[in-house]
């Protein structure tokens, strides 16, 4: 992977090779942290957070759906990232902030072990190809089930549960398709091993609800909201495994994935077999939107402040 130099470790910026934990740390065995994907971008009005808030927000609500205090406020660990960013000296990034439980204790009872808190930063490059993000992914639907809501907490975005991804994205990997799709106990859609999906036909965009057991996708959000500006009628509404191979255009949407038009499920042609007209729009938008292009969606960006040089 691409390093930076610094890492932020508990208040501490540290260098990369530095941040390090120790091999009894609880959520290394236990999978007891939770995490963030963010973006940075280099925006017209220069490196810009997408949506840094709401992902802020959601590392809060995830923590305490574990019972995990962050020893941190909210402000403090988007200044944090702010300043990780500039220290780095960086443009654009991906950014990984983790809570989780440290080193102190064994055993499932975990509260009495410490909340370490880090933040990373490096540049990822389009998370399922270059190729994918034009000419679209294939995908598979998984014989592995998206975790149920009365097991686990799927609104989480929690260390642990990504077992479950990871499940998919082997099985996937392994019989030759970028992706996995996921559904839940009923068979109904839920998801990507890491994106959020959408349906569209004729001329409608359907997308799994909050109900289904999803993560709640920050990028989800804004490209529903980026469909309804442009005049698309966005439903959100269960969706059958069929509607996938009926669909006249698929795509997802995530952080990582960015927006990624998926061109076949199963070996299923999703329409022409080629990125549609629907998701060609919505995802120029969307990009317009992530780099700033776009004047009506600038108060998504959370500017990095930049260091003003000595003048000599
Ligand atoms: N579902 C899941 C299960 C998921 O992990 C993500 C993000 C999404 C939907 C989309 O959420 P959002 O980024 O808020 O739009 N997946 C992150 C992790 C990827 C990884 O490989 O790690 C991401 O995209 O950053």
Redesign the pocket.
């Known amino acids: 992977m691409e390093q930076a130099e610094l890492i932020w470790m508990n208040g501490e910026f540290v260098p990369w090779d530095e941040a390090k934990v120790h091999v009894l740390t609880h959520g290394l065995h236990y999978g007891t942290g939770v995490?963030?994907?963010?973006?940075c971008y280099d925006t017209e009005i220069g490196p810009a957070v997408f949506r840094h808030q709401?992902?802020v927000d959601?590392l809060f609500k995830s923590a305490e759906l574990y019972y995990m205090p962050i020893p941190f406020d909210r402000e403090q660990l988007r200044q944090a990232t702010l300043e990780l960013i500039g220290r780095n000296g960086m443009r654009s990034c991906?950014i990984?902030p983790l809570v989780f439980r440290g080193y102190g204790t064994m055993g499932l009872f975990p509260l009495d072990a410490p909340v370490d808190v880090a933040i990373a930063v490096w540049e990822w490059g389009a998370?399922l190809g270059e190729e994918g993000k034009t000419r679209g992914v294939r995908a598979k639907v998984s014989s592995w089930r998206r975790i149920s809501p009365d097991s686990l907490i799927?609104h989480a975005?929690a260390s642990g549960?990504?077992l479950n991804?990871i499940l998919a994205k082997i099985e996937s990997h392994k019989a030759g398709y970028e992706e996995a799709i996921l559904l839940d106990d009923k068979g109904l859609v839920c998801?990507?091993?890491?994106?959020?999906l959408f349906v569209v036909r004729d001329g409608v965009i359907s997308t799994p609800p909050q109900t289904a057991s999803?993560?709640?996708?920050?990028?989800?959000?804004?490209a529903i909201q980026i469909a309804r500006d442009l005049g698309f009628e966005v439903v959100e509404r269960d969706i059958a495994r069929a509607e996938l191979y009926l669909a006249d255009e698929l795509y997802c949407?995530?952080?990582?994935?960015e927006l990624t038009p998926i061109r076949e499920v199963d070996d299923h042609a999703v329409g022409t077999g080629e990125p549609g007209e629907v998701t060609r729009a919505v995802q120029q938008a969307f990009e317009d939107a992530l780099h700033g292009r776009s004047e009506r969606y600038r108060e998504w960006l959370d500017p990095v402040p930049q260091r003003v040089e000595a003048q000599t």
């Open positions: 995490f963030e994907g963010i973006r709401d992902h959601r991906y990984r998370y799927p975005k549960q990504y991804s998801e990507g091993t890491g994106e959020n999803i993560l709640d996708g920050i990028n989800r959000k804004s949407t995530g952080t990582a994935a």
